[in-house]
């Protein structure tokens, strides 16, 4: 059997930001032309306005440290290509950060007795010390003059005891599981069936602490951010203080509304989506939330959307798919939300999955899309490819690897402009499987190349998972969370 094999280098992709000019890397292009929403005008956001909830003593922390981000901060590396030194909050984005007493809630304060909660069991200990932030956000969440983002200050005590808990299922629960599975498996009628919410009413084996704290804050529409010693204090495990400058900032300023960069495409306005599932155990069932749909559009934002429940069953393993209503449903929501977004429907939708698109998939979003004249579907998939070269370091990144018409792009890899590869492990391609004749594989990978770069979580430019799959399994589970009513589509609210 004949091997064509074509090896070409992808140029890094191009950023845009406030100011003229495009940029490859995300803090010299904050430095040099600002956020991109300075091109808004009068929209721009010249405030950040930024909440503080948790123990007098870590919010005491968390004052000094943002105090200090008001500043410039001097890089320990030497290598200052990829660690620069931070220039101060409103050098950077042209907007102040602002910290005030009224946007302050003090546990001790507010009669939140913290150490006696640290001492219940492990779910009523998970359940009271959520209570405690979730009140706080809420009360802040409420004023008139709200801050824009409130960070939820966690003292290592609340990081050991509450980050996870799975819960023991009782004999009860256990045989009324069995006798559920006994009766699908006989195809009998359950007695839930016909009227049972698409939410399962069970409590989930396994809970998240900052997820649920999200679902929670979600619900009074208030982006949050996690604050824990590791970003306040200077310790010998903990980044230099710029490098966690620069990430905590760049999603600070996002999370309170501004858009930091967008990513510089060329052709007709596009909306990238991904698709992928989500496994949820209960103390009921083992069920799947279909579709995590990220989606991004070409102008600069995100949202997420959640799919309908597909019925669990072992024997599928990973190879999960919508039927082609489902499909159909989602493709609408999508074009929906879109709009409310934008303002004006896509010209053009790429979808990205994890496993291959069924007839069924094909068939519901062709539907759905019918009236977009560019649809592309693309699979990306993990893979046992590898390359070497000749020295020291792996192949660059940006290597697309081309083998018998399926593509391997690597998204991580040798970087010549720090001189360096910041991996600890050899880089693994990502499989690109094109089954549309029409697309081209050279610019899917472009384009999958720059989403890379659209994590407006850090300002670090090492990711190598495209945005429209990244967060999948953080998405879900901040979803699984939300009981009642539709979870909230900003994704402002996810990361």
Not at 34 to 52: E, I, M, S
Not at 123 to 133: C, Q
Not at 319 to 335: C, D, M, P, S, V
Request: hydrophobic share 40%.
């Amino acid at each position: 059997m004949a091997v064509e094999l074509e090896i070409a280098s992808l140029p890094p992709p191009l950023l845009e930001f406030g100011g003229t000019g495009h940029f490859t890397d995300q803090k010299t292009g904050l430095t040099q032309a600002g956020p991109f929403d300075l091109r808004f005008g009068a929209a721009h956001r010249t405030q950040v306005r930024v909440g503080l909830v948790g123990p007098a003593e870590m919010i005491e922390k968390a004052r000094r440290w943002y105090e200090r981000c008001q500043s410039p901060i001097t890089s320990g590396s030497d290598n200052l290509a990829q660690y620069p030194p931070y220039y101060g909050f409103k050098s950077i984005f042209h907007a102040d950060l602002v910290l005030s007493d009224r946007w302050a809630v003090d546990f001790a304060a507010q009669k939140f007795d913290l150490e006696k909660a640290l001492a219940l069991g492990s779910v009523p200990r998970f359940e009271k010390v959520l209570s405690f932030y979730s009140r706080a956000i809420e009360k802040l969440a409420s004023r008139q003059n709200r801050p824009d983002v409130v960070v939820c200050c966690l003292p290592d005590a609340v990081v050991r005891s509450c980050w996870s808990i799975t819960q023991t299922l009782t004999k009860a629960q256990k045989r009324a599981i069995k006798r559920e599975a006994e009766r699908m498996e006989a195809g009998q009628m359950s007695f839930f069936e016909g009227w049972e919410p698409e939410e399962d009413a069970g409590d989930l084996l396994t809970r998240d602490f900052r997820r649920a704290l999200k679902a929670r804050a979600m619900a009074h529409k208030m982006p949050i951010q996690i604050g824990r010693d590791r970003l306040f204090v200077d310790a010998e495990d903990s980044q230099d203080p710029a490098t966690r400058a620069w990430n905590m900032s760049v999603a600070l300023y996002y999370k309170a509304g501004g858009i930091p960069w967008r990513l510089k495409l060329e052709g007709p306005q596009t909306c990238f989506v991904g698709i992928s599932f989500h496994h949820m155990t209960t103390t009921r069932r083992h069920f799947v939330h279909s579709s995590i749909a990220q989606a991004f559009s070409s102008d600069g934002d995100g949202f997420a959307l959640r799919g309908e429940v597909v019925p669990w069953n072992p024997e599928q393993g990973r190879k999960l798919h919508l039927t082609e209503e489902q499909a159909a449903r989602l493709g609408e929501r999508i074009l929906h939300e879109y709009a409310d977004l934008t303002g004006t429907e896509p010209r053009r939708i790429v979808l990205h999955k994890t496993s291959k698109f069924d007839d069924a998939e094909v068939d519901g979003f062709d539907a759905a899309f019918a009236h977009v004249p560019i649809v592309e579907l693309i699979n990306l998939m993990p893979s046992n490819f590898r390359l070497v070269q000749y020295g020291a370091y792996p192949p660059a990144r940006g290597t697309l690897c081309t083998l018998n018409g399926e593509g391997f792009l690597f998204t991580t890899g040798y970087m010549p402009e720090w001189g360096t590869y910041p991996g600890p492990h050899i880089p693994s391609p990502i499989r690109i499987v094109t089954p549309e004749q029409g697309t081209d594989l050279q610019r899917a990978a472009a384009e999958i190349l720059g989403l890379t770069r659209i994590n407006w979580n850090t300002a670090q430019n090492t990711s190598g998972q495209p945005v429209t799959l990244r967060f999948a399994r953080r998405i879900g589970g901040i979803m699984a969370e939300v009981r009642d009513g539709e979870p909230e589509t900003s994704y402002r609210y996810y990361m």
